[in-house]
């Protein structure tokens, strides 16, 4: 295993591009499986999770190929059991599930585990599915679907479960209903940009779908789908992440290749803050800002602000001089970073789902432990400020989600290192 160590203190400056989207890519990579045509997918991440979706579209049958960010799938004839050993490992592998149902009408695909932000259950996809006319069994660790041809059609369902909508779980729904006969509608659909993104992939391969980005989407069920070509969006999460590093420390950053709209929950807060951040067609500039003021904010479903830049914040308000509060509402549970952050000195409150960040306080650089893809970039940028070494250990977290972090990093001025745990 690999750990990265971070020297706290040097300035960041200058300009990174960011990459394309990790959760825009899965579900697009899995969405090549419902036509027997070549599908090219351009500007797809170098991440652990990528490429466990390319390995799962092998596994299941498919010829793929990958150079650099662009990989060319074609999936003419395919299996309908998604590789246990592959699937448990990443949560995502369950957006292979419409697919497969709406090409093969069944499939079998094994029960993603929880993780540590929390459980991670699949009911609202499950009853998206049988609202379609497909039959699930669960047992021993699988989810089975049938969906005869006589009963698999368009329907309309509501997919708002109690922490709101489902992203993946809407993916999986389009990609099953633009092959089911009929019109289906989505209510309570997650209106993120990459299902979205989704979507408009799917409508080059052929398929009717309106209302994508919203919270309403209308499907109309055709034949088949064809191949197509299509450039993923850029990762909003990663920005993100990169403008909080650049608020945190330094004498101003630039991200690139970025779409502002996408990020407006957070642009948002950070310019309520009192940060400067300027905003560019597909760029965002931002400082530090020693006399920024905390935050209040609460996680919410697309366009609110994003549960996955969550922990990233939490980072952010240990420098600003004031008391800031997050509440999260999509995973509640999601605070590992918390303890970690509390090991470096910082002042976190944690109260239920509201945790209250007492900024300002000196840090001091610790070894940390690393648990999930967001909370370990916050360890990271936690590092960059603090005095000291900072180990943040079990890298792969991070080379799950963030293509090359330490390197673009490095490239702003940070002082860090990869090294064998
Ligand atoms: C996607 O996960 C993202 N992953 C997550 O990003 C992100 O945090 C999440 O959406 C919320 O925005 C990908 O896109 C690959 P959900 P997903 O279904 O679709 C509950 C990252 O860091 N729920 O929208 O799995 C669920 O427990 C990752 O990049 C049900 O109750 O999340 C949660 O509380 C982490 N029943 C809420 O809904 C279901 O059937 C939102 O989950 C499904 C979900």
Do not use: W
């Amino acid at each position: 295993m690999e750990k990265l160590i971070v020297h706290g203190g040097s300035p960041l400056k200058g300009r990174v591009n960011i990459s394309g989207s990790k959760n825009s890519s899965l579900p697009i990579l899995a969405a090549t499986l419902l036509t027997k045509d070549t599908c090219t997918i351009r500007r797809v991440p170098d991440l652990s999770d990528t490429n466990y979706m390319v390995r799962i579209l092998g596994e299941l049958g498919a010829e793929v190929e990958r150079a650099s960010g662009v990989v060319v799938v074609k999936a003419e004839k395919i299996k309908s059991v998604a590789p246990y050993d592959l699937v448990r490992k990443m949560r995502a592998s369950i957006c292979v599930l419409g697919p497969l149902t709406g090409r093969l009408r069944k499939c079998t695909v094994s029960l993603p585990g929880g993780c540590v932000i929390g459980d991670r259950p699949v009911d609202l996809h499950l009853k998206g599915l049988e609202a379609l006319g497909a039959e699930i069994l669960v047992e021993g660790g699988d989810i089975r679907v049938n969906a005869p041809k006589k009963t698999f059609k368009g329907s309309t369902m509501n997919l708002m479960g109690k922490h709101g909508s489902t992203v993946l779980g809407t993916d999986n729904i389009m990609m099953a209903a633009v092959l089911a006969k009929g019109t289906t509608v989505i209510e309570g659909a997650a209106a993120e940009p990459e299902v979205e993104d989704l979507a408009n992939f799917l409508i080059k391969m052929g398929a009717k779908i309106e209302g994508a980005g919203t919270n309403r989407i209308v499907i109309e069920g055709v034949k088949e789908l064809h191949g197509a070509e299509h450039t993923v969006i850029p990762d909003r999460i990663e920005a993100g992440t990169f403008l909080c590093a650049g608020a945190m420390i330094g004498e101003g950053i630039t991200i690139k290749r970025v779409l502002p709209e996408h990020l407006k929950a957070v642009t948002d807060v950070l310019k309520k803050c009192g940060f400067p951040v300027e905003i560019g067609k597909d760029s965002i500039s931002i400082a530090p800002n020693p006399a920024a003021k905390g935050f209040d904010l609460t996680t919410l479903c697309y366009p609110g602000f994003p549960t996955d830049m969550q922990a990233q914040f939490c980072a952010l308000a240990c420098v600003i001089n004031d008391v800031s509060t997050i509440t999260e509402t999509i995973f509640p549970q999601r605070f590992m970073h918390v303890a970690e952050m509390k090991r470096m000195g910082a002042d976190i409150d944690l109260q239920g789902a509201t945790a209250r960040i007492r900024g300002g306080v000196k840090m001091k650089g610790a070894p940390v432990m690393a648990s999930d893809l967001r909370a370990s970039a916050a360890l990271v940028l936690a590092g960059l400020v603090t005095e000291g070494r900072t180990d943040v250990n079990r890298l792969y977290h991070i080379d799950r989600g963030y293509e090359h972090l330490d390197d673009k990093l490095a490239s702003l001025g940070a002082q860090l290192e990869r090294v064998k745990e």
